[in-house]
């Protein structure tokens, strides 16, 4: 139990820590992929919205955790972009995403999985390795008006609200 508080602790710590590693690309067209699955709607409403990691389908060793964060370039209201991180320290964390121009995009997730493993060493001790996995996916949405509510926001608006709820970070 003990190493497992102290891997979550580092993987806190880690998950801020940006590293540069090579990307494995994919195309994402029904939101089915191996490693992970996607609720996100391919009607979007202008401004914000809500999307999220549904699944993680990796299998894990006893000596092993992970944690799961999204980054997506982001639109702002006055047409600048910015670079949003998404994670809560679970394997499916909610994210946003903002468009302020209507019509078709195409908006690109990079999902990045930090891979923790460890392995006791002589005297007590314990190493951690840690091991950064970058996913690419894109997926094509429309960007309807400003009057446009969209349904799925609200539902995993309401899902965030209970789940922080009941588990609160």
């Known amino acids: 139990m003990r190493n497992l508080r ?3 602790i580092f993987s806190i710590i880690i998950l801020t820590i940006s590293c540069k590693n090579k990307e494995v690309k994919s195309e994402n067209k029904n939101s089915n992929i191996g490693q992970f699955r996607f609720i996100i709607s391919d009607t979007l409403a202008y401004g914000k919205n809500l999307a999220r990691i549904s699944e993680y389908n990796r299998k894990l060793k006893e000596n092993e955790s992970s944690v799961i964060a999204v980054i997506i370039e ?15 320290g679970l394997k499916t964390p909610f994210f946003g ?3 302020y121009q209507t019509g078709k995009h195409k908006i690109e997730i990079k999902v990045e999985e930090k891979m923790m493993r460890t392995k006791k060493l002589p005297n007590d001790s314990l190493s951690l390795e840690i091991k950064d ?13 400003k009057v446009y509510i969209s349904e799925l926001n609200e539902i995993l608006s309401k899902q965030m609200d209970i ?7």
């Open 6 to 8: 102290i891997t979550l």
């Open 74 to 88: 982001n639109e702002l209201e006055d047409g600048s972009t910015k670079i949003d991180t998404f994670s809560d």
């Open 97 to 99: 995403i903002s468009k």
């Open 133 to 145: 996995i970058y996913y690419t996916y894109k997926f094509h949405v429309f960007i309807k008006d």
């Open 163 to 169: 789940e922080y709820n009941e588990n609160p970070i």
